[in-house]
């Protein structure tokens, strides 16, 4: 059984690489290609999506816009997982009414060490093993021929491209959000500029700059000189 180490590979913009994160490790044990294949594309972008989420954005943005985009990316993940659970069932159940054993073996199962850095990122990885578990059903299913061919293929076909394009959408979601908290704070910055620093407001509300006297603004000079 094939075993090696999941490493960082694709970064969103909004996190920096040589930032010193936590993460935990976790061992999971993918038997099919198709699952393996899903965590090597997938995974690591939607984790580090999930980290801007979860970390980035509430350092630039509101607490408010990160718990409205937190329930939207939480619910695409909760749909996808009860949804593949429900699939699994159903082989399941295929599977006992023709007697047919979801025991079965793969030629090239892998161990993986995955780097958990946040929360959501192991929801994802949940949804990555149960994948791969659905494979073994509808594996066992296609080599007892309940499964013709043609069925496997855009079975797997299917829920890959889902799984694949919920990270995309998370990527696509976690950078919007954080481009737009980072306008907006540009946009604040430029704001702030546009007035005096905090020292000199003291002076103008004492009507004084460096011990001179201020002559009073008139009507056109309303919005600063």
């Not at 306008?183 to 004492?206: Q, V, W, Y």
């Amino acid at each position: 059984m094939a075993h090696r180490q999941h490493s960082a590979s694709t970064q969103i913009p909004s996190v920096r690489p040589d930032n010193s994160r936590p993460f935990l490790t976790q061992k999971v044990v993918l038997s099919s290609l198709h699952a393996q294949q899903v965590l090597d594309r997938g995974y690591e972008m939607c984790a580090n999506a999930l980290f801007s989420l979860s970390v980035v954005l509430r350092f630039i943005g509101s607490e408010a816009q990160a718990q409205e985009v937190d329930a939207l990316v939480d619910a695409s993940i909760d749909q996808s997982l009860e949804d593949l659970r429900q699939e699994s069932r159903q082989l399941r159940e295929v599977a006992e009414s023709n007697g047919i054993e979801s025991a079965i073996g793969y030629t090239s199962a892998r161990t993986v060490e995955v780097k958990i850095t946040s929360p959501r990122a192991i929801r994802y990885l949940a949804i990555i093993r149960e994948f791969d578990g659905m494979l073994a059903q509808m594996d066992a299913l296609w080599l007892s021929s309940v499964v013709t061919d043609a069925q496997y293929a855009r079975g797997v076909y299917e829920w890959k491209r889902r799984i694949l394009r919920l990270a995309g959408q998370i990527r696509q979601i976690a950078s919007r959000a954080v481009l737009a908290a980072r306008r907006k704070e540009a946009a604040g910055s430029i704001a702030d500029s546009d007035g005096p620093a905090t020292g000199e407001t003291e002076n103008l509300e004492a009507g004084n700059v460096n011990g001179k006297s201020l002559e009073p603004f008139t009507s056109s000079d309303e919005n600063g000189p």
